[in-house]
């Protein structure tokens, strides 16, 4: 079965600590991996995808085929990162996305 | 380009009543794509049209349909609804196929269901 898992509601950390939003997924063939980002009363945006091997906002991803994980890492968060994360998967080449159940991200002062 | 936009934004209907989500699409995007959101919950994905076919379908009744118009807008249609319908309704739009942005997302309709 397709499937992603976020194991974390929420996560809270201090300005400045290093974040790690842990994502596992299921899925027979090679899906394409996201990170989307909800901020407070705005809607919900890609904030990163696997192929892109891209740094959004200080935000890397890492796809682990053999753990299948896809965890998203900051070095040093800012309050600004307090927002509602996505973990999300989809077929290459499609646009079926299969989201987590997120992540809370709180980013204390 | 004001993005992706929906309507309405808020809808409360009754149990057994039907329902039409409508959605615009960001301009020069030809797919369209539907999500439930229940609280507490990831998007779920309901439909997929393209260039106005169904590309994709999710685990939803039939009482759930959708259809995608020549100008590439789409609407969504829920009959008989049942209390466990109400949740956030998002609307994505892409260049299709997974396109190097993937999909941008509207700000969604609130469906209430009494």
């Known amino acids: 079965a397709q499937r992603v898992t976020q194991p974390e509601k929420l996560l809270s950390v201090f300005k400045g600590a290093p974040v790690e939003l842990k994502c596992n997924y299921s899925?027979?063939?090679?899906?394409?991996l996201f990170w989307y980002v909800q901020y407070s009363r705005q809607r919900l945006q890609l904030l990163l995808r696997?192929?892109s091997r891209e740094s959004i906002k200080g935000f890397t991803a890492d796809l682990n085929k053999g753990e299948t994980s896809f965890h998203l890492k900051k070095p040093f968060a800012q309050e600004e990162d307090s927002a509602m994360y996505y973990c999300?998967?989809?077929?290459?080449?499609?646009?079926?996305?299969?989201f987590g159940t997120g992540t809370r991200l709180q980013v204390f002062p | 380009d004001a993005g992706v936009t929906q309507s309405p934004t808020h809808l409360i209907k009754t149990r057994g009543q039907q329902v039409t989500l409508r959605c615009s699409p960001i301009?020069?995007?030809?797919?369209v794509s539907w999500y439930q959101q229940v609280l507490g919950q990831g998007p779920q994905f309901i439909f997929q049209y393209y260039e106005k076919e169904e590309r994709g379908r999710g685990n939803f009744p039939d009482r759930f349909s959708a259809r995608q118009f020549p100008n590439y807008s789409s609407e969504l249609n829920v009959n008989a609804l049942l209390l466990g319908d109400s949740a956030l309704y998002l609307c994505?739009?892409?260049?299709?196929?997974?396109?190097?942005?993937?999909?941008?997302f509207g700000p969604g309709t609130r469906l209430t269901v009494l």
């Open positions: 696997h192929i």
């Open positions: 999300a998967l989809t077929k290459y080449n499609t646009d079926k996305l299969i």
């Open positions: 994505a739009s892409s260049s299709g196929g997974g396109g190097p942005s993937g999909q941008f």
């Open positions: 301009s020069g995007h030809k797919s």
């Open positions: 899925y027979s063939g090679s899906p394409e």
